[in-house]
């Protein structure tokens, strides 16, 4: 035993050394086992596990072929042992009539960069017969068919990897390092790309302040009138005039507010004297509240000045006092299925300054000042989201600051409505509501009869077509007076309006009006009609010139009332 392991131990040459070898085998007959040994591993659909250890080791050996340190270890340099790379590997029996070329060693492969730079040539010498298209005469070999069978084989080897149980993973990066498609349409640039127009490019923009989004107008022109002051003696005059408006928006979350205002300005420039002003400034507040309330707050003042036509203006004055106006809301709504109650209670109190004599005297107008509480119950049943019937009760008392007037009457009086109405809801092709019923205020002095009659009520939005949009609003006013022996008046007033957008930097505006006024206690009444037509052509988006044409006229079984007001105006507005 100890001399067998001396003799193993001992020094031996290679047995690659010491035999000689058969001699050089082709690459073709390689090349054609190999491809060979893929098509039956192929067909038997798996893989042996200890075939891919072996090719594994195959390609680490043809990867990085042995190489001996000193010169003449091996026979020669163009020699290896084994068919596959393998000093250990076993001859193995075949049917192939090319099994002794097979079986002997085959060529020591290149190095990885010479093995990468001949498979590119290869696939360039390819692609050029391809082109040519040369013909090979029978027999013969060549480099470059030597090298595509290599190719060949290689591709085989990378499908057989990714068929079987063991396929090969991509890397993160090879999905960027496609090849692009030389047909392709190339994409544009973002800054060329097509930008959705605006509904409305003329629009104002708005200031932000705060929470709120503000868009004032500020408007001036001229205005040519026949009448002035709209009353029977009213005289030609040039006005200027001056329109400031605005709006303020609130950007919250959740609950809501809206703030609107107006003012204009008149003063006479040639013509019958006017100097006069009037504004008005309100705000709404939506406050969402538990359990499905809703919480609706509105507040508003006005000063107006009396108009000349009005039944209680003072004849001979140098100018009508102003009248003053505060009102208030609060309203609270509730949900409960398909029905919707609304509980809402207003405040609303009127008061006059002095009237200025021609004479120079002053006239005191305290005795008109009052102030109306109303208390009003809504009770809607919602048959669609876009259909909502009503019905609504309202009780109320209007109390004068003076209980006794100037000629010895006690004007207060109790006020009582009932009506019926629908709510609308289709977007912006129909939005608003209507209503009817009957409006009685009672007064306290038995010697005035209760000023009451049908109460209409109106307030839709129509848009039949993109750009156009109809407006109809109707309006009951009970106008309470301290003229002796006389209770006052109710007013109906209608207006019809259109607007229409003809181009992005051209609107056209008209409406239609109606006022009829009945006086309580006799048949004495006043229709008031007008018409007024406009245009505002916009420079640009903060600019732009406005035009109308208007004309109002009075008539009244009542002597000394009836008038005729025609007018044009040109100006320009400027908003933000």
Known sequence: MAASVLALLRPAP?????????????????????????????AQGSLDQAAPAAQTAEDQTQANPYEPASLGAVPGDDQTAGATGSIFDQPQATDDPFADDQTAAKPRRPSTARQRAA????????KAADKKKVKKKPGETTGSTTRTAVAGDQADTAATDQDGPNRRALTID???????????????????????????????????????????????GFTATSNADASSGGRPAVLSETALRFSATSDWRENSALINGYG?????????????????????????????LRAIAKLGYEAVPESASSPDAIAGVTSQPLRQ????SLGVEKDVGKMRYTLTGAVTHDFYGDAKLSDGTVLSQKDRDSTLYSAT?????????????????????????????????????????ARAGLELDMDDKLSGEFSVGWLREAIDDDRLPANAGPYVNADLKWSPERGTIIGLTGRTTIESTTAANESGDVLYSGRLTGERQVRANLTANSSLGLDWRNYTGSDDHDLI????????????????????????????????????????YLGLKVQR
Not at 384 to 410: C, H, K, M
């Open 14 to 42: 290679a047995f690659a050394q010491e035999t000689e070898l058969r001699g050089e085998v082709s690459e073709s007959a390689i090349l054609a086992d190999q491809q060979r040994k893929a098509r039956q591993l192929r």
């Open 119 to 126: 498979d590119a040539n290869a696939k360039k010498d390819v």
């Open 325 to 328: 106006t505060v009102d208030g």
């Open 264 to 292: 204009i300005f008149r003063n006479t420039l040639s013509g019958q004297k006017i100097n006069d002003a009037q504004g008005r400034i309100e705000g709404q507040l939506n406050v969402d509240l538990d359990h499905e």
């Open 174 to 220: 090879s999905i960027d390092r496609q090849k692009l498609d030389p047909g392709a349409e190339r994409t544009g640039s973002i800054e060329g790309q097509k930008v959705k127009p605006e509904d409305d490019p003329f629009a104002a923009t708005g200031i932000k302040v705060g929470t709120f989004v503000f868009r004032p107008t500020l408007e001036q």
């Open 529 to 568: 009609l007008s018409a007024e037509a406009g245009l505002t052509w916009w420079l640009n988006r903060y600019a732009g010139l406005t035009t109308r044409v208007r004309t109002e006229k009075l008539t009244s079984n009542l002597p000394g009332r009836d008038y005729v007001a025609n007018s044009v």
């Open 377 to 417: 119950l809504r009770t809607g049943y919602q048959v669609s989201p876009a259909i909502t019937p009503f019905a609504e009760v309202e009780a109320g008392r209007r109390v004068y600051d003076l209980r006794l007037d100037s000629n010895g009457f006690e004007r207060s009086s109790t006020r009582l409505g």
